[in-house]
């Protein structure tokens, strides 16, 4: 979220020179998806990926990520503001070093299924979670994201998905010659990426093309991919700190960053909400 909101806003300072634009698109965006679970009185985690980048995935593929520049200098300090923003929504900010926030997200997925989960998120592995019972996966709008109409495949397909036809943000091939379309037929045929490399290559089921692609791939790396677009859902938790959502601390907020247009609606709001 805060990456992104970074490219999507523009270069904002403070009063003291101080960069903000992806802080104030974070503020926006709490105040839009969380809001209304904060004041419902629902428990809300934010997750940030650690500062160092080696993890299990790095150690597994030198690949993995290596395309990515480095953080730019003015989003190093919006990120420990970013989880100020999600404190002052009463969320609980998680780190956990050594793992990747889409692996925090999903043990607690996995934790608090029974209990309904909704994972607000842009990434596409993350629909993995869906396989859930009581795990839904939302766009930035609040949308559910069905995986069967977006990529043709059951959440729990997901990860084979990836695998075949790869996943260019965090630098996984997939398998050369393998598309969407090909994916879909061969998932549909045969379930998974195991079955697929056992079956596929002498098949008629799938089209020729597909039989060929597979054929010829290293499976040892197809199943290195799966593994990277996988999800770790067992990391090792602190104890998380939720705070009472307060309209007073979204207005502090607003005044240490003078954000004057996000003040205003939280006034508006807090005005309706008492109203």
Not at 75 to 101: H, K, M, N, S, Y
Not at 228 to 247: C, M, N, R, T
Request: glycine fraction near 6%; charge should be negative.
């Amino acid at each position: 979220l805060v990456y992104r909101q970074f490219y999507a806003m523009p270069p904002l300072t403070t009063a003291d020179d101080r960069p903000c634009g992806a802080t104030l698109g974070t503020a926006n965006t709490m105040l839009k998806i969380a809001l209304p679970y904060a004041r419902a009185g629902a428990r809300v985690v934010f997750c940030l990926d650690p500062k160092t980048k080696t993890s299990w995935r790095t150690e597994l593929s030198d690949a993995y990520k290596a395309q990515r520049p480095k953080t730019p200098p003015d989003l190093r300090p919006q990120i420990p503001d970013a989880a100020a923003v999600a404190r002052a929504f009463g969320a609980a900010t998680v780190v956990v070093d050594g793992a990747e926030a889409d692996d925090v997200i999903a043990t607690l997925a996995k934790r608090h299924a029974a209990e309904g989960v909704d994972v607000f998120t842009g990434d596409k592995d993350m629909l993995q979670l869906a396989a859930y019972d009581g795990v839904r996966v939302l766009d930035s709008d609040g949308a559910a994201v069905d995986a069967a109409a977006k990529f043709g495949v059951a959440p729990a397909q997901i990860g084979d998905y990836l695998a075949l036809v790869g996943d260019a943000s965090d630098n996984v091939a997939g398998v050369r010659g393998v598309g969407k379309k090909s994916a879909v037929a061969l998932l549909d045929a045969f379930g998974d990426l195991e079955t697929i490399l056992a079956e596929a290559p002498t098949s008629t089921a799938v089209p020729k093309r597909a039989r060929d692609a597979i054929a010829n791939c290293d499976p040892d790396a197809a199943r290195v991919d799966r593994r990277l677009v996988g999800l770790d859902e067992d990391v090792s938790l602190p104890d998380l700190e939720y705070a009472d959502f307060a309209w007073d601390d979204l207005v502090a907020l607003a005044d240490r960053f003078g954000f004057s247009s996000f003040r205003r609606r939280v006034v508006e709001l807090r005005e309706s909400d008492d109203g």
